[in-house]
């Protein structure tokens, strides 16, 4: 098997083979880019690797060996050679980016002896020793699993030692002496010296990336972002190129465009005089990569043709890396660029508007998951004023959140375990932070930019970020953050602002974001391409309005009950209930009417013609019967009753099982008025805005719950049209209007055909459903789901996620013989699956017309039906 593959020979498709940088840094060779000679060892060597390492490691280490001469030829250097010696840097790479989660391992190649000739070759003798200690410090790390304070301990007793206080100060007998040093701690922790062989040093650090594949973080890592642990990680090696080689040298990371608000242009930082990993570690506050164009106008317009090409190229916004070396620019890495949200969104616009990709591959690049992040909260403005500034840093990943502050990522863990609300505070993270991170509601450094790893991660999460926050000082030993003369300690709160970058003491209210511009050109196009309709959930005026704001085609779902809660509604509804006769039930019904065809005018009016589903009453009565002392004596004194007689009503109305009991369409049967009364407002009150709003039709969709046999809704379709009936022939007025049913009762869906003769349209209550599929109460399930998920009997929950293997089978089969009775009846779902995008895919597949949901989250259901 061939386990490398030159930069010459590969392409930006094989990300499987070569890992995502290797692909990238074959396709920018192949783009005649200035990217630094190298190759790349395949996953496969990887993978073949972990499971047979003596075998794999004689075959990868010759054609390591060819591969390398052919740099040599290249480069007109050697490895290993005193004279002019090849260094490499190894970097991993797996096919999606991990950041931060493999390691790195730059200068290989130098030893005792290189040293020298690198030190003659470049005339400098301190750049030859720093490269060299950066390599002990890095080799013994990632490859021997030496602590890298042990390092950054020695660096720091030396510097204050010769009273020194940036590295700068550290001349070359310095790095040299620090390099003995370095030494020293090999053969101190792993009682061998670091190896001078750069052949071994090579396979050692190939070896060492292999085994970072199933290292803890890395683990941690894809299971976080489902990523699967059969892919294996490349291992790129590549010409050493020096951003450490004086100041008209330097290394940087610059997006093509905003990643945190999606604004054109370049966006990114640099270091003058450093190396590789110091801008992404964050260990030094970088500069604003506009101040490039400045220092070096050439290089910064070369970069710039540069990012153009590759976004071009790539069709999405670039994530680049870039080393100068003497004012000569070297491309070191490109990749789409994490985004939040909002820039994920923008970017999409501009790239549609500057004809770069088309309105289709737009939507399809939304991850629906991400419109919630769109919404970003934002403090209060009026509290925000009142509140105080504890510190000001970087507004690395946008959002606001207030919660008690942890030092640690173990603490963060812990404390949120225990349901705090957790703020990570540190100087800089690393990629073992992340489980920390990952609970925590903010994250805050003291160092790092805008690319750090803090910024990156919690960006990729969506989770509000400050970083390079320099004025704090955190002392994670101590647990303590100072800033002036403020001292927090762990466990105090603060809130923070991500947008701008403030941080305030104690906690602040918010109020979510607000993008719906963004959101409403996205979802106006993602509706071009829709193949089955989305509606809302909604019977309140202010939901209906932000339902309609977010692209809803109209209402799928008015549950009618819920326009009972009012203080005046309950108590005429409670007065129905206690009725024992036509006269006492008709006057509370009556006034109940009058309250039901307000809000049904509302409807219509919002409505504008749009389609409105309204379902009338669904819940056991009880629900509306007064609860405590005083609602009963009040009820009690109203109706001329004593409060016995109304206790002794409370019970009669008590059920065993209320939720199979005395509910929906059932209350019809027994009381027919309750429905005619609903059925009456719902046409009266249409008729009366169709003649006042002439230029939209109005057809009231009335929908009956708890349909479970075609007896049933013949029964109750054929009275509420005789109620239709009279009021048309009293009024002289007629419209259009349906009358069809819920398919909720397993018998239904058994018996869809036939009541399909007496039913205009159906819509899946999937809550009810999957309960009496299930047999599994919905407001008691919680107690045992988890359990069930836990011991692997239930992947998911079947409220959230829709049980296709049972649930879904019963509906498609409803489908199929609704459908064979008459192709052309309208079919819905409107239980909770229907907002959740992977329901969403497979309700699709079976063929219903339209889902409904609740009002948040219809942008996402229309993107992931517009995405199949
Ligand atoms: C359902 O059962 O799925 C449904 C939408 O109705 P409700 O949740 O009101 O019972
Ligand atoms: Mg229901």
């Avoid at 597949?845 to 199949?868: F, H, M, N, W």
């Amino acid at each position: 098997m061939k386990y490398v593959i030159d930069f010459l020979e590969g392409s930006k498709e094989q990300a499987d083979l070569l890992g995502g940088k290797g692909a990238n840094l074959a396709e920018m060779t192949k783009l005649k880019l200035p990217v630094p000679t190298g190759f790349t060892i395949t996953t496969e060597a990887c993978l073949a690797y972990l499971k047979e390492k003596e075998q794999v490691l004689k075959e990868l280490n010759e054609e390591i060996q060819v591969h390398i001469h052919s740099m040599e030829k290249s480069t007109a250097k050697k490895f290993g050679n005193v004279a002019d010696p090849l260094l490499v840097s190894v970097r991993s790479g797996s096919k999606f980016s991990m950041p931060g989660m493999m390691d790195t391992i730059l200068n290989l190649g130098l030893n005792d002896e290189t040293v020298l000739g690198l030190a003659k070759k470049t005339s400098d003798e301190r750049f030859a020793y720093d490269c060299y200690r950066r390599l002990l410090q890095m080799f013994g790390d990632v490859v021997c699993g030496i602590d890298k304070n042990r390092f950054e301990e020695q660096l720091d007793f030396y510097k204050s030692k010769n009273n020194y206080h940036s590295d700068t100060e550290m001349q070359a007998a310095d790095w040299q002496e620090l390099v003995t040093v370095y030494k020293d701690i090999f053969l101190e922790v792993i009682h061998q010296p670091f190896p001078q062989d750069p052949y071994e040093q090579l396979t050692l650090a190939v070896e060492a990336v292999f085994r970072s594949w199933n290292n803890r973080r890395a683990i941690t890592y894809r299971r976080l972002h489902d990523i699967s642990d059969s892919l294996g990680t490349a291992v790129n090696i590549q010409e050493m190129v020096f951003g450490n080689f004086g100041t008209d040298s330097g290394t940087g990371v610059a997006f093509t465009r905003n990643p945190a608000t999606g604004d054109k242009g370049i966006f990114g930082e640099f270091l003058l005089n450093a190396q590789g990993e110091d801008v992404v570690a964050g260990v030094r506050t970088p500069q604003p990569i506009s101040q490039l164009e400045t220092l070096m106008p050439e290089v910064y317009q070369e970069f710039l043709k540069i990012s153009h090409l590759l976004e071009c190229h790539y069709k999405d916004m670039q994530d680049i890396e870039f080393t100068i070396e003497n004012r000569k620019l070297y491309i070191l890495q490109t990749r789409n660029g994490k985004r939040t949200a909002k820039s994920a969104f923008k970017v999409c616009i501009q790239l549609v508007e500057e004809g770069i990709i088309s309105k289709k591959e737009a939507i399809q690049r939304i991850n629906p998951t991400m419109v919630t992040q769109l919404l970003h909260p934002v403090f209060e403005p009026d509290e925000l004023e009142k509140a105080t500034i504890f510190a000001k840093g970087l507004p690395a990943s946008p959002g606001a959140a207030s919660g008690n502050i942890y030092f640690t990522a173990e603490g963060a863990k812990k404390a949120s375990e225990q349901g705090e609300k957790v703020i990570l505070i540190r100087q800089e993270t690393s990629p073992e932070d992340i489980e920390g991170m990952v609970v925590s509601e903010a994250i805050v450094t003291s160092r790092g930019g805008m690319t750090s790893h803090a910024a990156v991660v919690a960006r990729g999460m969506g989770v509000c970020c400050v970083a390079g926050c320099e004025e704090i000082y955190v002392d994670e030993f101590l647990e303590q953050a100072t800033a002036g003369n403020v001292i927090l300690r762990q466990g105090e709160m603060i809130s923070v602002d991500g947008t701008t970058g403030t941080i305030y003491r104690g906690s602040i209210p918010y109020v979510e974001g607000d993008e719906w511009q963004l959101l409403e050109t996205i979802t106006d196009w993602a509706k071009e391409e829709a193949s089955i309709g989305v509606k809302a959930n909604a019977e309140t005026p202010a939901d209906i309005k932000t339902a309609l704001k977010l692209g809803a085609e109209g209402i799928g779902l008015a549950r009618t009950e819920h326009m009972f809660f009012g203080e005046k509604r309950i108590f005429e509804m409670r007065k129905m209930i206690l009725a024992e006769n036509e006269e006492s039930l008709m006057k509370p019904l009556n006034n109940l009417k009058e309250f039901q065809k307000e809000d049904f005018r509302t409807m219509f009016t919002l409505l504008k013609g749009k389609a409105c589903t309204i379902r009338l009453l669904d819940p056991p009565l009880h629900e509306f019967l007064p609860q405590t002392e005083e609602e009963i004596a009040h009820l009690a004194s109203a109706t001329q009753r004593t409060i016995e007689e109304i206790n002794h009503r409370i019970e009669e109305l008590h059920e065993q099982n209320p939720m199979l009991g005395h509910r929906g369409c059932r209350l019809a049967v027994t009381t027919p008025q309750i429905y005619e009364m609903q059925v009456a407002a719902i046409i009266e009150s249409a008729l009366e805005i169709s003649q006042k709003e002439t230029d939209s039709v109005i057809v009231p969709e009335i929908m009956i719950p708890l349909i479970g046999s075609q007896a049933e809704m013949k029964w109750l379709r054929e009275r509420l049209e005789q109620t239709v009936q009279s009021i048309f022939s009293k009024t002289g007025q007629a419209i259009a209007y349906k009358i069809g049913t819920m398919l909720e009762i397993p018998r239904a869906c058994l018996t869809a055909e036939k009541i399909a003769e007496v039913a205009d349209f159906f819509s899946f209550g999937t809550n009810d459903l999957t309960q009496l599929t299930y047999g599994f109460s919905r407001d008691d399930s919680g107690k045992f789901i988890s359990a069930y998920q836990e011991k692997k009997l239930l992947k998911e929950d079947p409220f959230q996620h829709i049980d296709e293997d049972g649930v879904g089978i019963l509906m498609k089969m409803a489908v199929d013989k609704i459908r064979s009775y008459d192709a052309t009846i309208k079919i819905g779902v409107c239980g909770e699956v229907g907002g959740d995008p992977q329901s969403i895919r497979f309700l699709k597949k079976i063929g219903v017309d339209y889902i409904s949901c609740s009002p948040y989250r219809i942008p996402s259901a229309i993107l992931t039906i517009a995405q199949e």
